[in-house]
């Protein structure tokens, strides 16, 4: 059984997740107030944190900066509106672990859930720095290098690849990371995930027609895969 913490000032939304996580056998904390929800969270003892960002008192970002800063390394889940890809960005360099975009599926959240922790009890899943192959991708410091040389990548492309790394080894569908990366804008299509994924192959892998980390699964997405160059 984990304990989670969960600071959201939406009250439905707080009992919805409580009694979710409750049913599976997660000890649940809610607290709808940022600043008391904040003490909560550095009294410890959680394994998660499910933040939302607009709060009264001490909001989100400021809450997820002051528990890095002082060295808090319990993943935290973002809670953002939709659509918001500033709010992602700038919560994930704050430290924040993964986001769930409002409105979120029960199914879409309790898995996150689940792969947050799965991660946490794995020693080998860095919490700022990612290391695959030639690269190092700093997501608190929004850089990434291949070779020590920084790579230039657009927001879209360092999302796209916080996502694929986030989710390693899981498959993720075109229209899942359509809705994550894009949110609601209405200029993208299928394709365009093709495109970005293209983009980031040219630029991190060692041969990208034959790439060994951003793979296709055919019909389906792209996962990817740490293994060795």
């Known amino acids: 059984m984990s304990r989670i913490l969960i600071i959201e000032d939406e009250e439905s939304i707080l009992m919805g997740l409580e009694d979710d996580l409750g049913l599976e056998g997660h000890e649940v904390t809610g607290e709808t107030d940022g600043t008391r929800g904040l003490e909560r969270a550095r009294a410890g003892g959680y394994d998660l944190v499910i933040l939302d960002l607009m ?6 970002f400021d809450i997820c900066r002051q528990l890095r800063d002082a060295g808090d390394a319990t993943p935290i889940l973002m809670l953002t509106a939709k659509g918001q890809e500033v709010d992602k960005v700038v919560g994930l ?20 859930v689940k792969a947050l922790l799965r991660r946490a009890e794995r020693p080998d899943q860095p919490r700022d720095h990612f290391r695959f192959a030639n690269v190092t991708v700093d997501f608190r410091g929004h850089d990434v290098r291949r070779d020590g040389r920084t790579v230039d990548l657009t927001a879209k492309e360092f999302a796209l690849l916080h996502l694929l790394i986030t989710h390693k080894g899981e498959v993720l569908r075109r229209d899942v990371i359509l809705s994550e990366v894009w949110g609601d804008e209405s200029d993208v299509f299928p394709r ?3 495109t970005h994924v293209a983009h980031l192959r040219q630029k991190l892998e060692a041969e990208p027609v034959h790439p060994k980390h951003i793979v296709n699964v055919r019909g389906v997405g792209y996962k990817f895969v740490a293994g060795p160059a």
């Open 55 to 60: 709060l009264p008192g001490t909001d989100g």
């Open 93 to 112: 360099e704050l430290g924040a672990d993964d986001y769930v975009t409002k409105p979120f599926s029960r199914r879409e959240l309790l898995a996150r």
């Open 192 to 194: 365009t995930v093709d």
